[in-house]
């Protein structure tokens, strides 16, 4: 009988089940048996191989080391990190609400694809999507740190496209609405509605401004600090979430004057003061201001229509008027394009000229027109030719 080959890595044992487990020393020094058992002693031995090969490698991963609960990890994360206010408090509040109370009791390690696959399902029909969007991201970046901490071998958030919010359009209303808007919010907020149509500033950034960077005689409002109105109610002076949203932005000479009066009558006279404030010189909050703006729109027939799409308007008409995404970009202080290219749609009506000329061209090179009125009308008017004309007509344009 031929004598049985030592195994020189690892050892294979038989349990009373019938099945088969298989050890080896890891690199840690530590004795590690595999993470499941076997139907054959074949098997097991097939396991050691990849085992040592791996270790060899340098892939070699601790089963141990993803062993700290999900929660633990995730608040640490976000403690670990240099964040603005609000994002400190998104983070967290979308950890409590939507992350927490299903994988909170999971170790980093028993994490897999198919749990985050069910857990977005079952939040989508329960909250919106965008919201299930932006902690799927948080969600996402929380498990990206745990492999390069290499706790996991790899991210289970695998879902395409699952941490894009899905933005619905905004409605493009008529300047002439905005006017109409304007005609009916108090003449203190008048200003603020300008501001926010013209030069695509966000709430915050509005209810941040101070003289000094609103300079009139520049004809530009610099964006240097934002108002964050936090969980609670307490608001805090922050600077621009990113380094994109720190920019300087053209004002249209048209309202200058419409805010040259505002500064005289209604902001703060110190030299550093606030542009916009209530009427008792407190800061400018949105739950303040909700009432007077439920009232106008509702008023001009628009009652879903929120201050932010003031924003919408402006960055349209300059997408309009033939702006660059780079452009457009810089003027609403994102650093990525995402947001920009949503309004591009706005080029359609300058697309649709283009082509109507280059179709007329078409029509002049196949010799079909323009064409001269005859008889009464005003000299030297042209109208579209056509094939449907006499054929006299059609004799007198080919000669």
Same mark, same amino acid.
């Given at each position: ?5 030592? +195994? ?28 499941? %058992?076997? $139907? ?40 670990? +990190?240099?964040?603005?206010?609000? $994002? ?11 992350? !927490? ?16 696959? @069910?857990?977005?399902?079952? @939040? ?28 996991? #071998? ?5 879902? &395409? ?5 899905? %933005? ?19 003449? #203190?907020? +008048?200003?603020?509605?300008?501001? =926010? ?13 101070? @003289? ?8 530009? !409002? ?10 609670? =109610? /307490? ?9 994109? =949203?720190? @920019? ?16 005289? *009558? ?7 003061? #606030? ?9 400018? *909050? +949105? ?16 009652? =879903? ?7 919408? !308007? ?11 995404? /780079? ?24 697309? &649709? ?17 323009? &064409?001269? #009125? ?26």
């Amino acid at each position: 009988m031929a004598e049985k080959r030592k +195994r020189r890595f690892g050892r294979v044992r038989k349990l009373p089940s019938g099945r088969f487990q298989a050890r080896y020393p890891g690199p840690d020094g530590v004795d590690h048996p595999a993470p499941y %058992t076997f $139907t054959s002693e074949r098997e097991a031995e097939r396991w050691l191989v990849l085992k040592e090969a791996e270790i060899q490698r340098g892939d070699w991963m601790s089963p141990d080391a993803g062993k700290v609960l999900f929660e633990v990890y995730a608040k640490s994360w976000i403690d670990d +990190r240099v964040l603005k206010v609000r $994002t400190e408090g998104l983070y967290r509040s979308l950890l409590k609400n939507h992350l !927490v109370p299903t994988f909170g009791n999971y170790n980093v390690c028993d994490l897999k694809e198919a749990d985050v696959r @069910r857990w977005r399902k079952e @939040r989508l029909g329960v909250v919106g999507q965008s919201t299930v969007a932006k902690a799927y991201q948080l969600l996402k970046s929380i498990m990206s740190t745990a492999v390069e901490d290499e706790l996991i #071998r790899k991210n289970p958030c695998r879902i &395409k496209g699952a941490g894009t919010p899905d %933005t619905p359009e905004r409605q493009m209303i008529p300047l002439a609405k905005v006017l109409e808007i304007m005609g009916k919010v108090p003449e #203190r907020y +008048r200003a603020l509605v300008l501001l =926010g149509t013209f030069t695509s500033l966000r709430w915050g950034e509005l209810a941040g401004l101070r @003289r000094p960077n609103l300079d009139l005689d520049g004809g530009v !409002v610099r964006v240097v600090s934002e108002l964050a109105e936090l969980d609670g =109610g /307490k608001l805090m002076e922050d600077t621009p979430k990113s380094r994109a =949203g720190r @920019r300087v932005v053209s004002i249209p000479q048209e309202i200058i004057p419409e805010l040259r009066h505002h500064l005289d *009558r209604f902001a703060e006279q110190e030299e550093n003061g #606030r542009v916009f404030v209530g009427p008792k010189g407190a800061w400018l *909050r +949105r739950s303040g201001f909700r009432r007077i703006w439920n009232k106008a729109r509702a008023d001009v027939g628009l009652p =879903g229509l929120h201050f932010h799409d003031l924003r919408h !308007v402006g960055n349209t008409l300059a997408a309009a008027s033939g702006a660059s995404l /780079k452009e457009l970009m810089a003027r609403m202080g994102h650093a990525s394009p995402r947001a920009a290219l949503i309004y591009q749609h706005a080029t359609q009506d300058r697309d &649709k000229a283009i082509a109507e000329a280059l179709g007329q061209a078409l029509k002049v090179a196949r010799g079909e027109g323009p &064409k001269r #009125r005859s008889g009464k009308g005003h000299p030297g008017r042209q109208v579209r030719g056509t094939n449907q004309g006499t054929g006299t007509q059609r004799a007198r344009h080919q000669k």
